[in-house]
């Protein structure tokens, strides 16, 4: 079982940062790939970026080059640094674990955060 808190969310202005956090529990975090997904208003829930155990990283089209994803294993805790943020970002952000490496569909992610909202105005 893995239990999974995000943080960091907030308001920012376009063209704004923001850096989300996701604090997992238990002694297997290197073992799970992570992802983060995001539900905008009104949309269902979609891939953003994910990352392997090892490192290995992948990103949705939209936020290549302005998102990064990382992990530090030793810290249980998985990072998304958003820079040049668009309102179109505006969203809950939640945090997945995998046992499988190298997925973008939600059903291949078995636990998840409870989300926090990032609101970009405009």
């Known amino acids: 079982q893995v239990q999974l808190v995000e943080s960091g969310g907030g308001l920012v202005q376009a063209g704004g940062s923001l850096r989300l956090s996701c604090a997992a529990s238990g002694r297997t975090f290197s073992t799970y790939a992570m992802g983060w ?23 949705e089209d939209s936020v290549k080059g302005r998102f990064t994803i990382s992990r530090d294993n030793a810290k249980n805790t998985m990072y998304l640094q958003m820079n040049s943020l ?18 973008t569909l939600e059903y291949d992610y078995a636990y998840w955060g409870r989300g926090t909202q990032v609101t970009v105005s405009s």
């Open 37 to 59: 997904f995001r539900q905008a208003p009104g949309k269902e829930r979609a891939f953003v970026t994910m990352i392997t155990g090892s490192g290995s990283v992948s990103y």
């Open 86 to 103: 668009k309102p179109e970002d505006t969203a809950v952000y939640y945090c997945a674990a995998s046992r499988f490496s190298g997925r």
